[in-house]
């Protein structure tokens, strides 16, 4: 079964302090797997699509990268505005509805 | 362009109502997906259309739900008799093409009391 699981569920940090989000998957075949932010109240807003091992993309100070089983999302010396729930999802390689499957996602709080 | 609108943003109804949500893709979008978010869960797939035909449904869906697409521009989704456990946040979604992430709606909150 395809599957996302997102690590860790909720993350604390600093103004100024670096840290790194993690996403797990298990799907058959990858179409590209997609990184949102979405802020309380709102709904998803696309960060950036992967689509192969090796592959990184950058944004501001969110830099998101993938291997064959996990994607990484780090962020550099956040601010405060970072603060949002961070969601990974893919898209399965067999599948024809371009549907995607999500994970539960990561909630940031950036303390200034 | 103003993106993925959804109406109405909140909506409070009975259990056992019928209630019905109504959104607008971007317009040039010809892929429409709705999906639905429960509090400290990522968003679930729901149904697909490509244009005006319905191509997936998800177990999801039951009986009691139902969306439409008439003409492939606007969607509707209606459930009918909510249950409590109907509340949740709904969400559409829009885009041309596989290569691009979705453009998402602000989505419509449903509370059922």
């Known amino acids: 079964e395809d599957q996302v699981t997102q690590s860790p569920e909720a993350l604390r940090l600093q103004e100024g302090e670096s840290s790194s989000l993690n996403c797990s998957y298990t799907v058959s075949g990858l179409r590209g797997l997609f990184w949102y932010r979405q802020d309380p109240g709102k709904g998803p807003e696309f960060l950036f699509t992967?689509?192969?091992a090796g592959e990184e993309k950058e944004k501001e100070r969110l830099k998101a990268t993938l291997t064959k089983k996990e994607s990484f999302l780090h962020i550099t010396a956040p601010k405060p505005e970072d603060s949002a729930t961070y969601l990974c999802a893919v898209r399965p390689e067999m599948d024809s509805s371009y549907k995607l499957i999500f994970g539960s996602g990561t909630r940031l709080l950036v303390r200034p | 362009d103003t993106g993925v609108s959804q109406n109405p943003r909140h909506k409070i109804t009975k259990r056992g109502q019928n209630v019905t949500f109504r959104c607008d893709p971007i317009s040039e979008h010809n892929r429409l997906y709705w999906y639905r978010q429960t509090l400290g869960q990522g968003p679930e797939f729901l149904t697909y259309?490509?244009?005006?035909?319905?191509?997936?449904k998800s177990r999801l869906l039951s009986d009691r739900f139902s969306a439409e697409r008439p003409k492939g521009s606007f969607s509707t989704l209606e459930i009918q008799r909510t249950e409590q456990g109907d509340s949740a946040m709904y969400l559409c979604?829009?885009?041309?093409?596989?290569?691009?992430?979705?453009?998402f709606g602000s989505g419509t909150r449903l509370t059922v009391v």
């Open positions: 992967l689509y192969s």
């Open positions: 259309f490509q244009n005006e035909a319905q191509l997936e």
């Open positions: 979604a829009s885009s041309s093409g596989q290569i691009y992430g979705y453009t």
